[in-house]
């Protein structure tokens, strides 16, 4: 496997403000009640959430496995599962608004398989998209729930996350499936790319792309099957959160839950730290907070979901990151043997 960089000198002085971030947000939340809840917490629901957080990423996997076997190709849901794994740890670790992960895949997983870049690209695209559906009745639950509860403020970024979710939706499409609008912006990179028949390639590149892509968008099944894992998904990021609380003793209404977790996706969506570490647990917390929860337990739940939700899944990543390091070394130590060997036999001949 080809080595990726990850981190570099800008990207850990964003990290280290985020961490600064969220010591300053348990400073403020009443730090010594927040960690004596932490010590108090019910390990048995911790393990739970832990399994839900689990559940998650083998789900992520699937959808993402569903799409290529419905665009013909057929990956290993291994595979699958690792590549996806290092993709989220460089979306947490990269202050790329949750997009650095994306190409990782792409890259990836053509190495893996040995299926050409553009057709694992229109796959990812497709897989992306599949978010809309539960993301926007996310947004409407969102909106529902902050009438009810008054929370007039809050219902604004319901009500334009669905807005902005549906018009970057539409021109992401718009864009990806109009094949001479994307030749021109190749045409235009390519300028800068080495080789006489720079152009030709990359165009015919663009085509082939903007074709598989058409083609995946078309498929009624994997639209239909990839959304219901994406429900699935979603409802696993709920849940979590919720059974944290349950593990310190402190059940919350499932609303507050909603819309902590709405408004805390839209802070990490701002490419200012990485993974929005930080921002996602100042403003999560804070909502808890506004709801009438206090700053000690508000601070505890967040914490502890944040330890599972993003650095157990930072660990799963490089886990997952070294297992595929490895099986590639392997696969180069086997050929070079392989080739030994031909050339053992071809000098006893």
Known sequence: MARIPLVDRRTVLAFVGGLVLVAFMVYVFNPWRAIHLMER???RYLALALAIQVLDLLLWA????????????????????????????VNNVTPSARSGGEPVRVFLLAKATGYRMREV????????????????????????FTI???????????FGGVGLLTGALIGALYLLTREDTLVGIANKISRFLPGDRRFEEVERWVRAFTETLREALKDKGTLLRGSAVSFAVWSCELIRPYVVFESLGRPVPFRVVVIAYTVSM??????????????VELSTASVYKLFGLGAGISAAATLLDRLISYWFVNV??????????????????DAIRARESRDDNTTGR
């Not at 699958?80 to 794994?85: D, I």
């Not at 690209?121 to 969102?142: E, N």
């Open 41 to 43: 917490a019910d390990p």
């Open 266 to 279: 839209f802070a990490g969506v701002l490419p200012l730290f990485p993974g929005g570490l930080g921002l």
């Open 316 to 333: 799963v990543g490089l886990t997952s990151a070294f297992i595929l390091t490895k099986r590639g070394l392997r696969e180069v130590e």
């Open 62 to 89: 699937l959808r993402w496995h569903v799409v290529l076997r419905r665009s013909g190709l057929k990956a290993p849901f291994l595979t699958v599962f690792l590549v996806n794994n290092v993709s989220m740890l």
């Open 148 to 158: 009810e509860a008054g929370a007039g403020e809050l219902t604004y970024i319901a």
């Open 121 to 144: 690209a229109s796959t990812v695209v497709v897989d992306r998209v599949l978010d809309y559906a539960p993301l926007v009745f996310l947004m409407g639950l969102t909106a529902v």
